[in-house]
């Protein structure tokens, strides 16, 4: 397995715009965390999903974040409208349980200017 | 309640030193107690992890303290190379919970 993909590996939009980070989690895994890291926050759950479904998204800075995963191989998270507070590196992670290894994607670098 | 605090933010190190990042935490129904690593550019990544029923775990030259009455577990790096200067996170997790807790990062720098 090629491990967690996230796209794209940098994003740079002006404020305002609607973002789309994407993510494909390892086959077979079950759970997957969306992160945000940032230096004064450090790595921040923003929303995970259990089969597909969203367990928790207390994470979630604000209505404008929004995450979805329609299938098992395949989840997005999207900002609409973006601000330049949203700069940050976010990650996809999946695990087969929260207590077992999670995996990481190389991460989506965004600056919003 | 669902805290975990790590320290110290950063931490340089001579090459052949022990490095020595320590995490506390509040929730003492929390049962597992991963450490990540990350690289520049890179995803975090499972260095070792704990369970609350041993109070030491050694992998190489990485091993974990763990004192369940005082809510404190530590990472230690004997022998520390330049290879390993990286972001350390500490974490913590509920089993019926099903999240992981991050701290918020050591960032080590061993000289070489």
């Known amino acids: 397995d090629a491990g967690v993909i996230q796209s794209p590996r940098h994003e740079v939009t002006e404020m305002g715009q609607e973002v789309t980070l994407r993510c494909k989690p390892i086959?077979?895994?079950?759970?997957l965390f969306w992160y945000r890291q940032t230096m004064m926050r450090g790595l921040e759950l923003l929303i995970y999903?259990?089969?597909?479904?969203?367990?928790?998204d207390s994470g979630m800075p604000e209505d404008r974040f929004s995450a979805k995963m329609p299938n098992a191989s395949f989840s997005t998270l999207k900002i609409q409208p973006s601000e330049p507070r949203d700069s940050a590196v976010y990650f996809c992670?999946?695990?087969?349980?929260?207590?077992?290894?999670?995996?990481f994607g190389q991460g989506t670098r965004l600056t919003v200017v | 309640q669902q805290q975990v605090k790590q320290s110290p933010q950063s931490l340089i190190v001579q090459k052949g030193g022990i490095s020595i990042i320590n995490c506390a935490y509040e929730?003492?129904?929390?049962?597992?107690f991963p450490w990540y690593q990350q690289f520049p550019g890179k995803g975090p990544a499972l260095l070792i992890a704990?369970?609350?029923?041993?109070s030491e775990k050694k992998e190489g030259r990485f091993t974990i303290s763990f004192n369940k009455s005082a809510k404190q577990f530590s990472l230690h790096i004997m022998d520390s190379q330049p290879g390993d200067s990286a972001t350390y996170f500490c974490?913590?997790?509920?089993?019926?919970?099903?999240?992981?807790?991050f701290g918020k990062g050591t960032r080590l720098h061993i000289l070489p």
């Open positions: 992670a999946s695990s087969l349980h929260p207590d077992r290894e999670a995996f």
């Open positions: 086959s077979g895994h079950d759970y």
């Open positions: 999903f259990n089969n597909n479904v969203p367990i928790d």
């Open positions: 929730n003492t129904a929390f049962d597992y």
């Open positions: 704990i369970r609350p029923d041993v």
């Open positions: 974490a913590a997790g509920l089993n019926r919970d099903d999240k992981i807790i």
